[in-house]
């Protein structure tokens, strides 16, 4: 049992940094907010996270990524991206890496279609900020991320707040 508390990775959350030099940026996640403040989540293999991925060669840029990704797994087109921060991942054995976070507008929702990547369709859902959090369960760790997204959708005028109904396809 204690190895594998050892194994357990540590979550460090740089709200507005860059990673520093030298930092690998493994993925590129969005809080994708649409008209009603709901946030946008993936359902893979039983587990919900936000949409995004793995920058590849051909992105010019870590929002190009986030734009790709966002369309390949869950069919959304976004606007206004904005970088919140980083999340810093420790593992035993590893070199840190990064997990960067950007908060977006949700602009079009696509016909669902499968996941390049994956060959699959993910469920996709749009759910209340708090109901959100709770499904993705990332506890303390996400608190601080969730609230600088919360403040960009803010800024824009969107709902955050108010209660809405979750939208599941």
């Not at 403040?37 to 893979?44: I, K, M, N």
């Not at 669902?112 to 993910?122: F, M, N, Q, S, T």
């Not at 303390?140 to 991320?145: L, N």
Request: hydrophobic share 40%.
């Amino acid at each position: 049992m204690r190895e594998t508390q050892e194994q357990e990775p540590v979550y460090l959350w740089h709200g507005a940094a860059r990673p520093p030099e030298g930092m690998q940026v493994r993925q590129v996640y969005g809080y994708i907010f649409d008209a009603l403040g709901r946030a946008v989540l993936l359902c893979d293999d039983g587990r919900w996270n936000l949409p995004g991925g793995t920058p590849e060669p051909g992105d010019a840029d870590r929002v190009s990524t986030l734009l790709r990704e966002v369309w390949e797994e869950v069919q959304v087109e976004i606007a206004d991206p904005v970088y919140l921060g980083f999340q810093e991942v420790r593992r035993a054995g590893s070199e840190p890496y990064a997990q960067l976070r950007m908060a977006a507008r949700l602009t079009r929702l696509g016909p669902r279609a499968a996941d390049p990547d994956k060959g699959r369709v993910h469920v996709r859902r749009l759910s209340p900020l708090p109901e959100a959090m709770e499904l993705l369960g990332w506890g303390a760790a996400a608190e601080a991320q969730a609230k600088a997204a919360a403040r960009i959708a803010a800024s824009w005028g969107l709902p955050v707040g108010s209660p809405q109904p979750s939208h599941v396809d």
